[in-house]
């Protein structure tokens, strides 16, 4: 989880920062010291972007892919959750 002091960037602002980096031809990092924000972030941003255009690496999720993956996971723990407490129930006579 993340520090309450992390800071929460708009979609839209994403979408224009990655944007910036595919248009200016300048590099990651260049933009996001621009920018004033992590390069990290910013890169994470970019990879996501081009997962989502299908120009990323074979076998990486796109943002669709990632929420359904965090969903479906969520999901199960309730799911087992759910079994075990099921399990220490007494039997009904």
């Known amino acids: ?10 979609e839209e602002f994403k979408r224009d920062a990655v944007a910036l980096v595919d248009s ?5 990092t260049a ?3 621009e920018l004033g924000i992590s390069s990290e972030s910013l ?5 996501r972007a ?6 990323g690496q074979p076998g990486e999720l796109t943002g669709a892919e ?10 199960n723990r ?8 099921l399990k220490k129930r007494p039997p009904s006579p």
């Not at 989880?1 to 708009?10: A, D, F």
């Not at 200016?24 to 990651?28: I, R």
């Not at 309730?78 to 407490?85: D, K, L």
């Open 1 to 10: 989880m993340g520090s309450k002091y992390t800071k929460r960037y708009t």
């Open 24 to 28: 200016s031809g300048k590099t990651v």
């Open 31 to 33: 933009v996001a010291r």
């Open 43 to 47: 890169r994470s941003w970019y990879r």
């Open 50 to 55: 081009k997962a989502d255009r299908g120009e």
């Open 66 to 75: 990632c929420e359904e993956l965090r969903r479906l996971r969520k999901e």
């Open 78 to 85: 309730e799911q087992q959750q759910t079994i075990e407490i």
